[in-house]
């Protein structure tokens, strides 16, 4: 099968969603599919061979968060020029809705089209002034996904219509099987001492990721164990996340800067607890994912979406949303219990399985060859009032 898959966002900023195209494209390709991924990027950014740069991403606030976003009429001709080279059987847009290439090639596209919806989040002023643009783009999606029920539900309740919870996908084993870092290890298993190592990974200077929150019950969790260290993995200002601690603690604290998908997985091998102290925005939690795949033991804030993947708290421990008292003495409990740390990992590692590649993949393609039976292939929209006439109306 010939699939092309739009990226909405910069190839050069990692992120979820950039995280679960490049992973479903390479498990796609890994089947023996020819697969495409139109993406904005800078010019100087290495991409793989199976990605095509769109151009340039513009920094665009959305969703509590700044996604780099690819919009305007020559991004519009890079996605014609895409469609017309691919010939593919299906292309695959991921959240459809947004101001870039996905919004873009729904207006440019005719055929099968998968449409993939991440985001989670109120339903608002903004989104229902734009409902009558999105609309006819919509309307062309053959079929909807959504990563998870709560993406869903601001689908159901943003834009109208349903979709198919299919999760995002992880390579279980890749986490599974890596190694841990002496340097990175602290109290270790057997729990002694008045130590263990905490993670955290994410964007050092976006608030919902939750840094603050971990930072403000810091203090607490060191003085119940003083040998506890907080291994920090992202981009953003070291010095400013630290600012909170008193001065003698900020030693405690190690940051590691961007890391590697190997350095990751050995991270979250090599620590005795995985905080993830988010505080909203999120529609899934593939950090969590990941994180129970390397079998660590998992702590998040009580998210929907951390509880329904953390099974409702029996693969991992919740507390209160925003709640750094919680959060302390949640992590002092499980730091000083090896058997609950050990259950957790287990109770984890054999959740974690519905969440890897062999199993989403299939559903994935199962959606694929529905919309693809007896149809032709995708092609661009030549109809009046197509791409460009829309691009038109907008610049005016």
Known sequence: MRIGIVCPYSWDVPGGVQFHIRDLAEHLIGLGHEVSVLAPADDDTPLPPYVVSAGRAVPVPYNGSVARLNFG?????????WLHDGTFDVIHIHEPASPSLGLLSCWAAQGPIVATFHTSNPRSRAMIAAYPILQPALEKINARIAVSEYARRTLVEHLGGDAVVIPNGVDVDFFAEAEPKAEWQGGGPTGEGKGGTLGFIGRIDEPRKGL???????????????DTRLLVAGRGDEKEAVESLPVAMRERVEFLGMVSDEDKARLLRSVDLYVAPNTGGESFGIILVEALSAGAPVLASDLDAFAQVLDQGAAGELFANEDADALAEAAIRLLGSPSRRAELSARGSAHVRRFDWSTVGADILAVYETVTDGAASVAADERPGGLMARLGLARD
């Open 73 to 81: 009429f020559l991004s519009a001709a890079r996605v014609r020029r």
């Open 212 to 226: 603050p929150v971990l930072m403000k019950a810091l203090p607490r969790i060191l003085e119940a164990r003083p």
